[in-house]
T-cell receptor, first 112, second 116 residues
């Protein structure tokens, strides 16, 4: 069975601070995919990134970066120089190509 | 269309009534998923369709819930004899099949169901 844990329920930071959202996963599969999604107050889920289990290379996209470590089963997400528009619920998810299992989400609030 | 379309966007129904929720996936996406998100909660998997294969119904919470997908495109999620605990946002997602699907699932904006 798959499981995704996002231990941080809520995080609040002041604008321009860096913030890291934690994600720990469990799976018996050797091939799997990890995702991050953003859900702003409007409600739609926005795809941010996908990582496959054979690619541990960290990725940076603008102010976003992701740190994938198989040794600790973690796939953490860092936002540098946070902005008010980053306020949203962020979900980490794990896929075995059939079912996408979500974590419970982290509510990020960026204060001006 | 350009994205996943869900209708209605909001639905208020009386306890005990049946409801139908519709999902129009992205053209060419053979995989379709239904999820449920209760207030302040994560996403709960309900059902998965892939092409002509038998659907994975393992997430349906009770036999009051059913879903079908006609012609490999539009899907309808039906909830019979609705209960207050069915109140949630029902999200539909579609993707390309197989490993290609892992480029990301595109979600619709959801149907907010309120059972009163």
């Amino acid at each position: 069975a798959q499981k995704v844990t996002q231990a941080q329920t809520e995080i609040s930071v002041v604008e321009k601070e860096d913030v890291t959202l934690d994600c720990v996963y469990e799976t018996r599969d050797t091939t799997y995919y990890l995702f991050w999604y953003k859900q702003p107050p409007s409600g739609e889920l926005v795809f941010l990134i996908r990582r496959n289990s054979f690619d541990e290379q960290n990725e940076i996209s603008g102010r976003y970066s992701w740190n994938f470590q198989k040794s600790t089963s973690s796939f953490n997400f860092t936002i540098t120089a946070s902005q008010v528009v980053d306020s949203a619920v962020y979900f980490c998810a794990l896929s075995d190509t059939r079912q996408l299992t979500f974590g419970s989400g982290t509510q990020l609030t960026v204060l001006p | 269309g350009a994205g996943v379309s869900q209708s209605p966007s909001n639905k208020v129904t009386e306890k005990g009534k049946d409801v139908e929720l519709r999902c129009d996936p992205i053209s060419g996406h053979t995989a379709l998923y239904w999820y449920r998100q209760s207030l302040g909660q994560g996403l709960e998997f309900l059902i998965y369709f892939q092409g002509n294969s038998a659907p994975d119904k393992s997430g349906l919470p009770s036999d009051r819930f059913s879903a079908e997908r006609t012609g490999g495109s539009v899907s309808t999620l039906t909830i019979q004899r609705t209960q207050q605990e069915d109140s949630a946002v029902y999200l539909c997602a579609s993707s390309l099949p197989g490993t290609a699907s892992n480029y990301g699932y595109t979600f619709g904006s959801g149907t907010r169901l309120t059972v009163v």
